[in-house]
């Protein structure tokens, strides 16, 4: 697929809905955790559910109808495992990437995301080896919380007429928010940093970083899972659209489907704040909620508004809230926006070591991710004090703040065509990589598997009279589970029905 050319109503009429739209309108979800315990009973399952699952058909079929925007939405995921429960051969089941087959609680993935300690996958809710066994998630999303009731009851009947073949892990059940502020817990606007999808809205990142089948930004196909032409004798699946592997002995059975990562993440709300209060301490001899605040912005490389570091160095400017911004020229030395900051290491734009600007941009946009999270649990604080520096009464808030025992932080979940390429990539070379950039023993302040213990894990924030490093960073952000699971079209899902 060329830049500029449309999905075609059908392509998109097959795609689930997940991964062209973060359902903006919908902002209460759930996250349903399940088992396959009978074939039969699940195909059965399936083909009950296809019909209700929100498709990527364009809300607006014609410019001139308004558009038609649904009031809810239903999409599916299955695991490695779950694949293999729902009967998916040994040959087509070996044409899925390593990574996907193992898992993420796996130890090799482990190892990569740097899932140790309390994030250790023994120590998971969900997920985890000593865990329930998950082999589907699925997605819900409703406009009030009433609605996301009615969503999970009517889902939990449909679990109960199979009579056992197909089961929900209702005690693990995950529920998540966007709150009216769009804030995170930590305080921070999030949310603004999307790719767009050529294909979808015309220009953006190569529709094959997102969606199986098409050219992504190399012009490559992704690697995408097949099943041999005897699994397939009614030709529910489609041939391969990569004209490198078209075979008559297969059928695609990736086409117009994705990978879905969701990571469930603690996020210590107090723990950050009074690390940020103890540097202001450090730096200044007292409590300075605006040095904490300004502290923060560096370590997240935008403002708690969302106005990013870059167009708005010397101060909070929340009309200037973008994702349109580029470093190389503007910020080469990362004065600004350091190097070491978050936004600027999960996406680095036209900085990436020696490579020029379009090859970083190339290479920035290959390592791309649909991010599709949402906060859980009640804020610590009311974050929209962090926006009031010029009010000093407001911003005590964030002194002294002890946690309330509640559990709060992010149900993170990103569609990608390679897991590995992708979301592993980014968490490994780039957030937890102490070297990112030049940098020496300083990984992402928030998402990195930082220790405190480590003398010199401190954040590096550059300045023309000084350069400041902070104390070592204690780990803010805890996994507490996750799986890898591959999101199928409509078609596939019509395979995967079928008792065959």
């Known amino acids: 697929m ?234 529910i699946l489609p041939a391969s659209a990569n004209p490198y592997h078209q075979t008559a002995r297969y059928r695609d059975l990736g086409f117009n489907g994705t990978f879905v990562v969701y990571r469930k993440l603690a996020q210590d709300v107090a723990s950050f704040w009074r690390f940020l209060q103890d540097e202001s301490i450090r730096l200044e001899g007292t409590p300075s909620p605006r040095l904490m605040v300004w502290l923060a912005a560096k370590m997240v490389g935008r403002w708690p508004s969302g106005a990013p570091l870059i167009l708005a160095p010397d101060g909070d400017q929340p009309d200037l809230r973008t994702d349109d911004f580029l470093y190389a020229k503007e910020d080469p030395d990362g004065l600004a926006c350091p190097f070491g900051s978050h936004i600027r290491r999960t996406n680095p734009r036209d900085q990436i070591g020696p490579a020029g600007q379009v090859e970083s941009l190339h290479m920035s946009a290959r390592h791309r991710i649909l991010r599709r999270g949402k906060p859980y649990g009640p804020p610590l604080f009311d974050p929209t004090v962090l926006d009031r520096l010029d009010q000093p009464e407001a911003l005590q808030a964030i002194l002294d703040l002890q946690d309330d025992g509640h559990p709060r932080g992010l149900h993170f979940l990103c569609a990608n065509s390679s897991i590995k390429d992708q979301f592993e990539f980014i968490q490994q070379a780039w957030v937890n990589n102490p070297g990112f950039s030049g940098l020496v023993e300083n990984r992402d302040p928030l998402l990195g598997d930082n220790d405190p213990t480590r003398v010199t894990g401190g954040m590096l924030i550059p300045g023309l009279r000084a350069t400041i490093r902070t104390a070592p960073l204690p780990r803010f952000v805890t996994v507490r589970g996750g799986v890898y699971s591959f999101m199928p079209s409509l078609a596939t899902l019509r395979f995967l029905a079928d008792p065959r």
């Not at 009973?41 to 399936?46: G, H, N, T």
């Not at 990437?97 to 898992?103: K, L, Q, S, T, V």
């Not at 966007?178 to 190569?206: H, L, M, T, W, Y």
Request: with cysteine; glycine share 8%.
């Open 2 to 235: 060329t830049q500029g050319t449309r999905l075609s109503p059908a392509a998109r009429a097959d795609i689930q809905g997940f991964i062209t739209s973060a359902y903006g309108h919908l902002p209460f979800s759930a996250y349903l955790l399940v088992e396959i315990h009978d074939r039969a009973q699940a195909q059965m399952w399936l083909k009950a559910l296809l019909p209700s699952l929100t498709t990527a058909a364009t809300w607006r079929p014609r410019p001139d109808v308004p558009k038609s925007i649904p009031d809810r939405a239903l999409n599916l995921a299955f695991t490695y495992a779950g694949l293999s429960a729902l009967g998916l051969s040994e040959a087509a089941l070996r044409t899925f990437p390593p990574e996907f087959r193992d898992g993420m609680a796996s130890q090799e993935r482990s190892r990569i995301l740097g899932d140790a300690g309390e994030s250790a996958p023994s120590q998971w809710e969900l997920g985890g080896p000593l865990n329930a066994v998950v082999h589907a998630l699925l997605i819900l999303n409703a406009p009030t919380h009433a609605d996301l009731d009615a969503m999970c009851a009517e889902q939990r009947e449909i679990f109960q007429n199979t009579q056992g073949g197909v089961v929900e892990h209702e005690s693990i059940a995950q529920y998540g928010t966007r709150p009216d502020n769009s804030r995170e817990q930590f305080g921070f606007f999030d949310g603004i940093a999307q790719p767009e999808i050529v294909g979808v809205k015309g220009k953006g990142v190569g529709t094959g970083e997102f969606i199986l089948g098409y050219q992504n930004e190399y012009n490559f196909f992704p690697v995408s899972p097949v099943v041999p032409l005897a699994d397939d004798p009614k030709r």
